[in-house]
């Protein structure tokens, strides 16, 4: 199962989050828009909503309650 990671640069000037220390892991983040894209790229071969607007690299739209996210998948993870 893939990990929901955000930036730090997301988690601090888009969500308005503290930044978490060092040793904590960004995937672990409470928030609404971090959990729904956990739950939503779980599944390596789901599909998912292709941001078309965006053509020099492959983003996916991530959307819950107020939050709206584009999300890439790293293919150098395991």
Excluded: N, Y
Aim: with cysteine.
């Amino acid at each position: 199962m893939r990990s929901a990671r955000p930036t730090l640069r997301c988690l601090w000037e888009d969500l308005g989050l503290q930044l978490p220390p060092v040793t904590a892991a960004l995937d672990e983040t409470d928030h609404p828009i971090v959990a729904k894209t956990t739950e939503q790229f779980a599944d390596a071969e789901a599909k998912h909503e292709r941001i078309r607007a965006i053509d020099d690299q492959v983003l996916f739209k991530v959307k819950v309650q107020r939050w709206r996210g584009a999300v890439w998948i790293d293919a150098d993870l395991p």
